[in-house]
């Protein structure tokens, strides 16, 4: 069955980096675009970036173009979402996504805390 677990969440300063990871496994990853959501208690997930089955397309969310980068590895079967310039609005849940044969799979999420 497909399964998607990210790592990497944590604490960090306005201004601070972290880097989270998705590590797929249930389908042929190399074969299907990705996407990173966040949702912050009481509002919408919020879809913030994507990537295509190569790696050479990427789209990402208003809010954070010019300081998030999602990559992949399809040797590894992992996303990555390299975060920069954090600020405190982008506290929230990061989960993986990825659609299979119409299905909707998230990962089971890593909290991202932004604060001083």
């Known amino acids: 069955q497909v399964q998607l677990v990210e790592s990497g969440g944590g604490l960090v300063q306005p201004g601070g980096s972290l880097r989270l990871s998705c590590a797929a496994s249930?389908?042929?990853?190399?074969?299907?675009?990705m996407s990173w959501y966040r949702q912050v208690p009481g509002k919408e997930r919020e879809w913030v970036a994507q990537?295509?089955?190569?790696?050479?397309?990427?789209t990402y969310t208003d809010s954070v173009k010019g300081r998030f980068s999602i990559s992949r590895d399809n040797a590894k079967n992992t996303v990555d979402l390299q975060m920069n310039s954090l600020k405190p609005e982008d506290t929230a849940v990061y989960s993986c996504?990825?659609?299979?044969?119409?299905?909707?799979?998230w990962g089971q999420g890593t909290q991202v805390t932004v604060s001083s």
């Open positions: 996504y990825v659609m299979v044969y119409s299905y909707r799979y």
């Open positions: 249930g389908f042929t990853f190399s074969n299907y675009a």
């Open positions: 990537i295509g089955p190569s790696g050479s397309a990427t």
